[in-house]
Structure formats: structure tokens, C-alpha cells
């Protein structure tokens, strides 16, 4: 599974990166950015649910891989 970040929908609440902090981090301004190429180790999958479930503008989306 991948993660990425929609930047249209992201207003910077900054709850990706303090849910998974593993996975996110925030720029400059404050809005979240994913952690290198957007892979979810088995081991963080939770918390990118957790961080998915709670952004605000659902800018977080997840991209099952087979």
C-alpha cells in the first residue's frame, strides 16, 4: 500500500503528521508531506488508517497495490 497527498484538499490541520509521524511530515507553510516514496511498511498500516480517518479534507488517499 501507498500513501499520497491530494494538495488541493489540503488545508495544513497537521493531523497526518502527528497521527504518522513515520509517514508524514509537514513544508515550510505547514502542510503535510508524505516521507519518501509514499510505501507503507506493514508495521505503520495502522496509522495510515488513523491518519486517513482523521483529516478534516479527506486529502489523504491510499493506493492499494497488489
Known sequence: MKVRIDFDRCQGHGRCYDLAPGLFS???EGYGQVIGD??????EEKAAH???ANC???AIV???EP
Not at 38 to 43: E, L, N, R, T
Open 26 to 28: 509537514e513544508d515550510d
Open 56 to 58: 478534516p479534507e479527506r
Open 62 to 64: 491510499v493506493i492499494e
Open 50 to 52: 488513523l491518519a486517513v
Open 38 to 43: 509514499g510505501v507503507v511498511p506493514a508495521d
